[in-house]
């Protein structure tokens, strides 16, 4: 039944958008968007969705909100560009606020989080070699995502997204996530500089450390002299219920980097750090043409304001805890599914093997939702301004597709 409603539907879709001049990097499905509204989506048959993709926790106050909308147009009449030649008065602005939300001293802004990482990582390795360190190397986890940048793709453990591109850069070792024990053996590697993980693994399915392990982190980096650095791209700006994932462990970083919702759409990212850190990169050993420009930055300035004025922190937590509540409710039970995770607006529903089509059969069903490790994983990262009423759509239309599954 499943394999007549899928033929059903992609012949149904339109499919007159000619890609043939695109490269070949993403097997998209049949559905082409051309208007949002909040957590709402409209296809150009105008059929309506509910997105809990969010972009891929990109469009965290949802689409189309009024004040991003306001704030892009205004600043868009003003001002794009500079370069970073001169003073960039919304640049200087947002680092203010940045740090302030952060707690971090000082910040690059870049263009996307793959940048950000690699800014870390270079911060990292000038820092190691400050210290006389000829190959300074970083400790990353197992099932880890940090970007496609060559030095972000070695950091990053996914034999499938590195086939085709080696040799890797050298110097990283992975160790097991959420296991300190693991990162302890190497407490004699003199070569060792930092550690690099995310709080919360967003790509590998939603896997959450457990309590403590941040704050373990933190002592084992202070007792080698090791930097700590936090990936927040996807954990960052409210997800998980606070500004930053570290900030439920009352801990911080060396280094973090943000990108993905810090403006809600407009390309951006952030490499924040404090301490010795942030004293690393001097003028010359690390720039960016486009980052940090006025419209980037005033975009992610009006999205902090947003989530303050609207206590969107304060939502996300609260509404993640009622998602997963109706979840739990609706298919906890149900023999197919396996576990449900998550924390704030970033949750994730493993099933008891992969299933073929999953991304697509939500698609049909009116509901975005990411698929990981082949098929196995539902990943939810709704805007964290999503009503109760919409909380309960997202499980109701998770049922109804659960319970057809073959």
């Known amino acids: 039944m499943l394999k007549k409603l899928l033929k059903n539907f992609r012949k149904e879709s339109k499919a007159s958008y000619d890609d043939s001049a695109l490269m070949d990097t993403y097997t998209r499905l049949p559905v082409s968007f051309v208007r949002g509204e909040g957590s709402i989506l ?34 868009a009449s003003k001002l794009l560009h500079v370069s970073n030649l001169y003073q960039v008065q919304e640049q200087s602005r947002l680092a203010k606020k940045f740090c302030e939300i952060s707690q971090m001293d000082k910040v690059f802004f870049a263009n996307s989080g793959a940048e950000a990482n690699e800014a870390a990582i270079k911060i990292a390795r000038r820092y190691g070699h400050n210290k006389g360190i000829d190959e300074p190397t970083i400790i ?49 590697n003199q070569n060792v500089v930092a550690v690099m993980v995310e709080p919360i693994q967003g790509e590998a399915g939603i896997n959450v450390c457990d309590p403590g392990y941040l704050q373990s982190l933190r002592m084992l980096c202070d007792e080698h002299g090791w930097l700590l650095i936090l990936d927040e791209i996807q954990t960052g700006m409210g997800r998980t219920g606070n500004w930053f994932a570290y900030q439920h462990e009352a801990i911080l970083p060396d280094i973090m980097t943000s990108a993905k919702g810090l403006a809600n759409g407009m390309p951006i990212g952030a490499c924040a750090a404090r301490g010795k850190a942030a004293e690393v990169l001097i003028p010359g050993s690390h720039g960016s043409t486009f980052g940090g420009n006025p419209l980037a930055c005033q975009t992610a300035l009006t999205t902090i304001d947003v989530i303050e004025q609207e206590q969107l922190i304060e939502a996300a937590k609260n509404t993640g805890v009622f998602l997963k509540k109706q979840i739990t409710q609706t298919v906890g039970t149900h023999p197919r599914v396996s576990e449900i995770r998550g924390k704030g607006m970033m949750l994730a529903i493993e099933l008891d093997r992969a299933y073929d089509n999953l991304a697509e059969l939500f698609l049909q069903a009116g509901l975005l939702a990411s698929i990981t490790k082949k098929g196995k994983v539902i990943r939810l990262l709704p805007a964290i301004n999503i009503s109760q009423s919409e909380a309960k759509s997202i499980a109701r239309i998770i049922h109804n597709v659960i319970i057809k599954l073959d």
Request: charged share 20%.
């Open 42 to 75: 409209w296809d150009d048959d105008g059929k309506r969705y509910l997105d809990a993709v969010g972009g891929l926790a990109v469009t965290i106050l949802g689409h189309s909100h009024p004040k991003i909308n306001e704030c892009i147009s205004i600043q």
């Open 140 to 188: 990353t986890t197992k099932s880890s995502f940090h970007g496609r940048t060559m030095a972000t793709l070695s950091a990053t453990d996914n034999q499938k997204i590195q086939a085709g591109f080696t040799p890797l850069l050298s110097d990283f070792l992975q160790v097991e996530f959420n296991n300190i024990d693991n990162i302890g053996e190497h407490a004699s």
